[in-house]
Structures are given as C-alpha cells and as structure tokens.
C-alpha cells in the first residue's frame, strides 16, 4: 500500500469505526444479566468521570438500549469496548454488530455480504472462524452459508495467515432478517488468561464472579472457599480485592483489528495495572480435600501474584470452624459436589444437608453464598434472609442460595 493510500485507509478506519458509536451486545449466562448490567453502568459511569480527555468528541458512553434473556444491547464507542473487555466479570463475550439486512436467497445475501466494507473491521489474511444460526429463513442450511462466507471473506481478506488470531463472525438469522456481528473478545471472558490446568467440575470464572456480586462481595471482605477445588472463586474475589481487571491476564481478538488503537489500549491497561493494590494480609481462606486441584490452584495464584492475599490450605470441610478466622466475619462460598461424582443424586442431596447443618453449627453471622441443583432446596434449611437465584453451569439449572447464617 502506498503512503497516500494507506492515509486514505487510515482516514476511512477512523471515520467510518473508530470515530463514531456502534451498537453491542453482551453475551451473558442466563442470570447474570442485571449484574452484567450494574457492571456496564459503572464502568459507564468510571469512563466519563476519568477520562473525558481521551475521549473523541462524537464518542458516547455506553448507552444499554435493551436487556434481554442471555444477553444486553448497548451503544459505546470502540475504545470503551476495550475497557468492557478489560473489566467486565460477568460478560461472556461482546460482540460488535456490523450489519443487518433482510434476505430470502443466497444471492441476495452474497449482494448484501459484498456491500460491508470488511477490510476496515478485519485485517488481510485474518482467520474467520463464522457460526451460523437460521430461524424460519428461507435460508435455512447454516452450515451451507457458513461455508460461502468463509470463502467469500477469503476473496476479501486474501489467503489465511496462520499467525494471526482467530476472527469469530457471528450470523443470526430470523423470519429472513439477518445480523452480522463480530467478536471483540476472542476467547470467552470467562477466560481468565491466568488458569493453567483444570479441576474437578470447575465453575466458570463468570459465574463465580456473579455469585460473589450477589452475595455482596466488596474488596477487603473476608472470603472463606472451603471446597475451593482449583479456586475459582477464590481468584475472582482475589482480583477484586486487588483491584486486578478481570481481563488484565489475556488478550483480545480486536488487538489484531485495522482499527486498533494501541497506543490508547496501552495507556488504559498501564493505567488499569497502577490502580492493582498490593494486600497487607491474606484474606482469602481457600481449602479442599483434593491435593491434585489444590497444587494447580496454588501454582495458579503463585503465576499471578495473588499469594499476599490467598492462603491454600488441604483440608476438610468438615474440620474448619468460623472461629479458626481472625478478623471480621465475611463470607463463606461453596459449589459443593453433587450427582454423579457422589454416587447418586441422594447421596449428593444428604452431602448437602450435612453441608448445610455444619455451616450453622459453627457460622453463626457470617453470609452465605452456595450453589447446587434446584431441588437441593427443597428441603427446610437453617438459614436467615435466604434469597434463590436462577443460574445455569454446564447446561445444567442450578440455584445460589444468599443467606445470613
Ligand atoms: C464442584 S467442585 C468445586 C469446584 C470449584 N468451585 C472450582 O471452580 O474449581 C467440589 C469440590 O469439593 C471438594 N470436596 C468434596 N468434599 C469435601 C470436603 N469434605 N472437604 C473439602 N473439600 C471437599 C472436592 O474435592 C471438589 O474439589
């Protein structure tokens, strides 16, 4: 490309997707969503009062249009979805919509397809990975559209280079409407960019961090795990005491995009890294009976610098008192094991009632956050000011129970 052309490229990029608001979507776990949505107004609100400076004058703050089961529409700029991407918790992914039109035929889709200016949203050789969904569209073979967009973006975009990251297009289609949208994160948030190895039915980072928000986890608070397995909630409340951005370990697919800002997403994340603070004590008590997901576990926090604030002890539950705690009483978590692993559902459910007596027995006053099928609850439970959520882990339905104990 020569110079003048590159300039006009350039000038193009900046004006057509830097310089002006897109609509997004925040792709949520079913129950997640008004946290996902407390989340995106005060980032909102933390962007406008600390950066007004870097912000181009055209740019809006995140503006959320509407909320819907899995997932949150909203307005911003693409430097604030840099800052969603860096800090949001409890967001799965946030896509970028990049079109939308109606089409009944492959050929009309083609016209419409050839018409989005992809060399500004995506760079030559990148590799397009496009998940297809059709709803009552005439179009209904997904998989054969997939294809024709995989090749029709090889025409645009020229041969795949395999060093560069993986762009994920999605297309949904509904009554012959489609949407045309783009990943802005890459891998899943849920990926944390710190966790090597994984446990015994993990929980993901996402949900963790859900179930400590409506638990009312702040920074500083007392955080007893004691069937950690690999410590997801441990490292979530770790980074939130520590003021550590959940992203601030990995990276993103719009690093790779031609309208990357790098300068812009250097300074936020240097900025992001001097607001982490060091803790004076460990606060965080993280146990389990597993020495295998305990040695991952501390092998993890060991990488990320997280060993001032966590203490990994193996333990059994069973063993541990609220009194062993120094310091104000907090809140005890746990994602105990239940169906297959313990034999049957009932053993799981009588596994869950001992939990359950046992965390009265020797708790008293502190908050409760526990996670477990449904019908675990069904039972009378011990417990204060109890509050049920709906949340969905592994395809399964599951409830947090929030409690004072
Ligand atoms: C569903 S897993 C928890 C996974 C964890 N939330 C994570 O994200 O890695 C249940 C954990 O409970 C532990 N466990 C079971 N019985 C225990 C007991 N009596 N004391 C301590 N840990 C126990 C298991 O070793 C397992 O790691």
Known sequence: MSDISRTAFEK?????????PHSFYAVVA?????????????????????????????????????VENGGIE???????IYAANLHLRTATRI???????????????????????????????????????????????SDALADRITSWLADILGPVD??????????????????????????????????????????????????????????????????????????????????????????????????????????????????????DKKIIYASDLDSRSLDL?????????????????QMDFFEISGKNFSGEKGLIVLNPPYGKRLGNIYQGKQFFINVCRKLKLDFKGWKLAIIAPGDFFSVRLPFKEMRLHDVFHGGLKLKVLIANI
């Open 95 to 141: 896509l970028m919509r990049v079109d939308e039109f109606d089409a009944q035929s492959f050929s009309k889709f083609e016209k419409e397809f050839f018409n989005i200016p992809w060399e500004l949203y995506l760079a030559s050789g990148c590799r397009p990975e496009v998940s297809v969904k059709c709803s009552k569209c005439r179009i209904y073979h």
């Open 12 to 20: 193009r990029v900046k004006r057509r997707i830097v310089g002006k």
């Open 162 to 279: 395999e060093t560069k990251k993986k762009q994920h297009i999605f297309v949904r289609g509904n009554n012959d409407n489609f949407v045309i949208s783009l990943n802005t994160s890459g891998e899943p948030l849920y990926k944390r960019g710190l966790k090597e190895g994984s446990g015994m039915a993990p929980i993901r980072e996402t949900l963790a961090a859900g179930v400590l928000s409506m638990a009312g986890y702040i920074e500083g608070m007392t955080l007893v795990d004691p069937m950690c397995g690999t410590g997801t909630f441990s490292i979530e409340a770790a980074m939130m005491s520590k003021r550590i951005p959940a992203g601030y370990f990995r990276d993103f697919a719009f690093t790779d995009w031609p309208s990357f800002m790098e300068r812009r997403w250097e300074h936020m994340r240097s900025r992001a890294g001097e607001g982490i603070i060091p803790a």
């Open 74 to 80: 909203f307005d911003a700029s693409l430097a604030d």
């Open 297 to 313: 576990f501390k092998r993890n926090i060991e990488k990320s610098d997280l060993y001032d604030i966590v203490l990994p002890v």
């Open 30 to 66: 079913p129950g997640l969503e008004e946290l996902c949505v407390d989340e995106l107004k005060a980032l909102s609100a933390e962007i406008d009062i600390r950066s007004p400076e870097t912000r181009s004058p055209e740019a809006k703050s995140i503006d959320i249009k509407s």
